[in-house]
């Protein structure tokens, strides 16, 4: 044993002095972060980090090369004669010195734009050669805050997870991964498994800033920052939405001239990048690239600025410019969060003539190898391409004694202790008791967000109580509820339990089990929410939803099938009864008369179903074409192709009630896709379409209903609701299809006309039918502008619609809120 042990140190001590290290710094003795170091003819090495401190591992003595390469300044070629490790070198770089001598300047084209439209010529070319490669990938996570407020919206936020000092100021995130990548042009194939995943004071280690996740790949039209896609400068419609400058030329190491480009926006408001690009000659490749965003340009409030900076190096063997080295800053403010931002990657041991096989590649993109998240600071230190800080270092050793105190009993329970307190307010605005060591919760849902008015209860309370418990990481957990609903006017108590289970978060298992005696409204999906039915009640006398009462037994469940398909299935016993108005009451219009509670006729105080009980039971599946998913440690998550629909299937029926003429059976279907189409902006539709097997005058609520909309306000659902609808004037227990059709030009048209463009607006334009049985068709045409609103907040739309049914038409406008759309 002890032989074994003498043998590992030295293996240990061998590994960590076969390397050479130093520091890189400009002609101010300043340090460069993120200095791009590696030996000649290789695209294996390493980075500085934000100290400007390197270390190239390598086990071969003698001469060799070092390169340094930094964008914006001169690479340094180093040749050393190694006789022992560990070796330093420390240098110092000079800023390019970018001139115009080497260019013929046109009279008739601007140079710029030839460089650009080569580039484009050449991009079919040039990604063929990197056509499928694998490579070792290493990235970096580190978000700073400066000032932290104390309370945000009246809430403590605490010393978010121990990183801030005493002027609330430090590192809130740091993160490391260590993955192994596959990538393949056609078919389009990417495979990421992550070997190490490190999070500064967390357990499970899962960091986000994974392969996928920053491939900001310059040479495909669309860009993905932030959830937005933004247009490429070398794009095949890049001349729409850029300008172009010659700033300059230099040549690199190798001799080859490398072009310095400025992006010009054409309007600022544009989803395109400003900086600079560089291009090298002859090659028509991308040699680097030195760009910005801001938030304004990405609808995205909380970033003030993106800066996204790549560094590509020279593979002689196979003539291709591969990314190295990638950087991405971003300054965020929000509600008094002042935060700095950067994720690194470094991109090393390229291989582009790999021996994909047929197993290569499968519908899993993501995955973690056994014990990724559980690394020891020894592996890391061997692991790690990228040196830490003395900052990092720090806290990462603050934050693993935090995590190893804040884990115990004692801890949990002291801060249980302070945020359990019972206050006067509770009973109000809610309360939750936890006991964190044992990761359960009891919750009280207090009484300001559960007050609501209808006309059958008037106002009407419904405090809610539930039990939740946590059994592990992995998604198994369970809690129990009741919910004790009051009707101030019909002086009723409706009490509902229920019981959740979920086993895992892979497959998702999930069991709902719930009963009682509830008020709800005929279409199940609530066209209509209780607090616009309340405002439209209490404000404008309109009572809008419709409601019956039905005493219920309910049981749910629903699992994956496979990542792509999922399946849901419901059982329901009820006992319906219908319900009348019992009040007339509302702030204003106390002289007019509210509308009866039969959806059917509004005039008519008649019942519209006779009182019965009855089972109902539904099975469906939802499939998502295409799709493929991650694997994380604790759990699975699909991923959607927006080059395929996912289409649901199913099947209702209703039985059990001892008259047949109130039984049916409905087949149903739903088709929906949303997609980018090159720069004309996102195209959306969503198809419905069912059929009762028999037309029978069955109870009311069991009707197709079509999401119809009567307020003056864009409904939640926008694709797949109808706009002008009437409630339930279209409800059907015939066939049905029903077409939604949407398209947001995201800028394309208005950014064209000049003033215009200064307003970022985005034209959306919608068509939607519906055809039912007996019925003519229904339809609605509409034309609003989005993106509404003063610098990054815009979060308004405004719709002019018009409905034609019959021959009759009818305008109206209608206004809506899309926060983070």
């Known amino acids: 044993m002890k032989n074994y042990t003498t043998l590992l140190c030295l293996f240990l001590t061998t590994s960590i002095l076969a390397q050479i290290k130093g520091r890189v710094t400009n002609k101010k003795n300043e340090p460069l972060p993120y200095v791009s170091v590696y030996l000649e003819n290789s695209l294996s090495g390493t980075t500085t980090n934000d100290n400007g401190i390197y270390i190239l591992e390598t086990k071969k003595t003698g001469k060799q090369t070092v390169v340094f390469q930094f964008l914006g300044f001169k690479t340094l070629k180093k040749e050393v004669d190694i006789t022992s490790f ?34 484009i010529a050449s991009k079919e070319q040039n990604t063929n050669k990197s056509g499928k490669y694998t490579a070792d990938f290493y990235s970096r996570g580190l978000f700073k805050i400066k000032n ?75 860009v993905p920052v932030a959830e937005v896609n933004v247009f490429s400068p070398i794009s095949d419609y890049t001349f729409s939405y850029y300008r172009f400058k010659l700033v300059g030329t230099f040549y690199d190491k190798n001799g080859k001239l490398i072009n310095k480009i400025q992006l010009i926006p054409r309007r600022e408001n544009d989803r395109v990048f400003g900086g600079f690009i560089y291009v090298v000659e002859d090659d028509w490749a991308i040699y680097g690239a030195d760009l910005t965003i801001t938030g304004e340009q990405i609808n995205n409030p909380a970033i003030d600025v993106l800066h996204i900076k790549q560094n590509y190096n020279y593979e002689p063997t196979s003539k291709i410019w591969a990314l190295i080295l990638q950087t991405i800053d971003f300054k965020v403010g929000f509600l008094g969060f002042n935060v700095n931002g950067r994720f690194s990657a470094s991109y090393s041991n390229y291989n582009f003539q790999p ?60 801060i249980d202790k302070k945020n359990n307190k019972f206050t006067l307010l509770s009973p109000i605005l809610g309360y939750t008791y936890r006991n964190s060591y044992e990761k359960s919760s009891f919750n009280f849902g207090g009484f300001i967000d559960n007050v609501n008015f209808n006309t059958v209860q008037g106002y009407n309370i419904t405090p809610s109580f539930s039990y939740s418990k946590r059994v592990n990481g992995k998604g198994n957990r369970w809690s129990v509820g009741a919910d004790l609903a009051y009707g101030f006017s019909d002086k009723r108590v409706r009490p509902t339990v229920s019981f959740y289970k979920s086993w895992n978060n892979f497959n998702k298992p999930r069991l709902y089990i719930s009963g009682g005696n509830e008020v709800v409204q005929f279409d199940r999906r609530n066209p209509i929410s209780n ?12 009572n809008y939803a419709k409601y019956f009462e039905k005493t219920f037994a309910n049981i749910r469940f629903s699992q994956e099938i496979s990542p792509s398909i999922h399946l849901y299935s419901d059982l329901e016993y009820a006992d319906r009864k219908p319900l009348t108005n019992t009040t007339d009451y509302s702030f204003f219009n106390r002289d007019a008369t509210y509308q009866t509670n039969n959806p059917i006729d509004p005039t008519s105080n008649a019942a519209v179903f006779n009182p019965h009980d009855i089972f109902k039971a539904q099975v469906a599946t ?7 998913y991650i694997s994380y440690p604790n759990s699975r998550f699909t991923v959607t192709n927006d080059a395929y629909p996912s289409l649901t299937l199913g099947y209702r029926k209703t039985f059990g009630s001892g008259d047949s003429q109130l039984h049916s059976d409905l087949f149903f279907s739903r088709l929906q896709q949303n997609t980018t189409i090159a720069n004309l902006g996102t195209f959306e539709y969503l198809t419905r379409a069912g059929i009762f097997l028999k037309q029978k005058n069955i109870p009311f609520m069991d009707f197709y209903h079509p999401l119809a909309n009567q307020i003056d306000f864009l409904p939640s659902n926008r694709l ?67 993106n509404i609103g003063w610098g990054k907040w815009r979060f308004l739309r405004v719709d002019f619609v018009r409905s034609n049914f019959n021959g009759n038409q009818e305008n109206s406008v209608l206004f809506g809120i899309s926060l983070f759309d």
Do not use: C
């Open 355 to 414: 021996a994909f096989t047929e197993d290569t590649f499968g519908k899993e993109i993501l995955s973690f190898e056994e014990n990724a998240t559980k690394k020891d600071s020894v592996y890391w230190n061997e692991l790690r391409s990228v040196p830490l800080t003395l900052e990092e270092k720090r806290d990462y050793v603050i934050k693993d004694s935090i995590k190893v105190i804040r884990k115990s009993k004692t801890y949990l329970d002291s």
């Open 86 to 119: 560990p070796f330093e070198l420390n240098v110092q770089l000079n800023e390019e010195e970018v001139q115009l001598d080497e260019v013929t300047i046109s009279s008739t084209e601007n140079p710029a734009n030839t460089i650009i439209r080569n580039v």
């Open 148 to 222: 932290a407020p104390e309370k945000i919206l009246g809430q403590t936020i605490g010393d978010l997870g121990g990183g801030l000092d005493s002027t609330r100021s430090g590192i809130i995130y740091l993160s490391e991964t260590v993955s192994k990548i596959w990538a393949q042009k056609r078919p389009k194939n990417f495979r990421e498994v992550i070997v190490a995943s490190k999070v500064s004071g967390r357990d499970n280690g899962i960091s986000f800033n994974q392969a996928a996740d920053v491939n900001f790949n310059l040479y495909n039209n669309l």
């Open 720 to 786: 797949g609701s109808f706009y002008a609808m009437p409630y339930y004037q279209f409800s059907t227990n015939d066939r049905y299809a029903e077409v939604h059709l949407q398209h947001n030009f995201e800028g394309f048209l208005l950014n064209k006309i000049p003033l215009l463009n200064k307003l970022n607006f985005h034209t959306v334009i919608g068509t939607k039918a519906y055809f039912s049985g007996g019925r003519k068709p229904y339809t609605e045409y509409s034309i609003g502008l989005d």
């Open 622 to 628: 939802t499939i998502n074409f295409g799709s493929k």
């Open 531 to 542: 607090f616009m039915n309340t405002a439209y009640s209490l404000l404008g006398k309109k």
